[in-house]
């Protein structure tokens, strides 16, 4: 299977499977990010924002997840970039080989950390570049998403 890794240091990685990509993640388990529209997904540390020692705030991940359309909030640990099957075909709401525009996630990759290293890539605007270190600086000081519990009432 071939997917991508971008880690906690802002690194892109393609692999083939050569390591398990849940073992990356980490062992509390894994959380789909949805990318509305596109034939891949984001999985991140389900707890990882609960243990900043072990998994520090992926700045570089989230900005591209936002940019790929995920919600803008702070992500941690490894972000992993997989195949996936949007539409409800035979394979239903599966991962899919592999790792559908590997280019596109290259691109936007290094569109973002031009961006956060103060430029602004060619094609896009400087705006654009602004709003991803504002992406950049909620991913690194924002709060932690907050988890609502409804009370239920059994009979």
Known sequence: ?????ISPEGELTHHT????????IGVEGKARVHLPGAAMTGWVNDCGLLDPSRYPRNIVGACVLATLRA????YAGPVVFTGWNPDNTPLGLTEIEPLP?????DMVHGDVVKALAGQTP????PSW???MREIAEHARTGPVPGLTIR????R
């Open 1 to 5: 299977m071939r997917y991508a890794i």
């Open 17 to 24: 499977g050569d390591i398990d990509w849940n073992q990356v």
């Open 71 to 74: 919600r803008i909030q702070p």
């Open 101 to 105: 525009e590997p280019e596109l996630l």
């Open 122 to 125: 060619r094609q896009l605007s």
């Open 129 to 131: 570049a602004e709003q």
């Open 151 to 154: 009370a239920v009432t059994l």
